[in-house]
Nanobody
Framework: QVQLVESGGGLVQPGGSLRLSCAAS????????MGWYRQAPGKDREFVAR???????YYGDSVKGRFTISRDNAKNTVYLQMNSLKPEDTAVYYC????????WGNGTLVTVSS
């Protein structure tokens, strides 16, 4: 059993920044990929960013240049630094971890509004 605990969501004004964290615990042998997805109201879940254990990094087109993903392998934690936030970034952000299986967090709400 793997548990993912996300934190860092909240309300921010357009142009502002937030940092999300996701800590994995439990029966983890070796985490390969850690990443973030998001789902806005009425829309499908969208890929945001992912980072492999070796450090390979990939971003969704809508967040390139504004979001930065990083991870601490010793702490089994992944971070998402979000800058220059826009109202269209409003969504529930989900952490995803891939080891022997794929695991999802419960999500953390990010609201970008003035």
């Amino acid at each position: 059993q793997v548990q993912l605990v996300e934190s860092g969501g909240g309300l921010v004004q357009p142009g502002g920044s937030l940092r999300l964290s996701c800590a994995a615990s439990g029966s983890i042998f070796s985490i390969n990929v850690m990443g973030w997805y998001r789902q806005a109201p009425g829309k499908d879940r969208e890929f945001v960013a992912r980072i492999t254990r070796a450090g390979g990094i990939y971003y969704g087109d809508s967040v390139k240049g504004r979001f930065t993903i990083s991870r601490d392998n010793a702490k089994n934690t992944v971070y998402l630094q979000m800058n220059s936030l826009k109202p269209e970034d409003t969504a529930v952000y989900y952490c995803n971890v891939v080891s022997s299986a794929s695991y999802w967090g419960n999500g953390t709400l990010v609201t970008v509004s003035s």
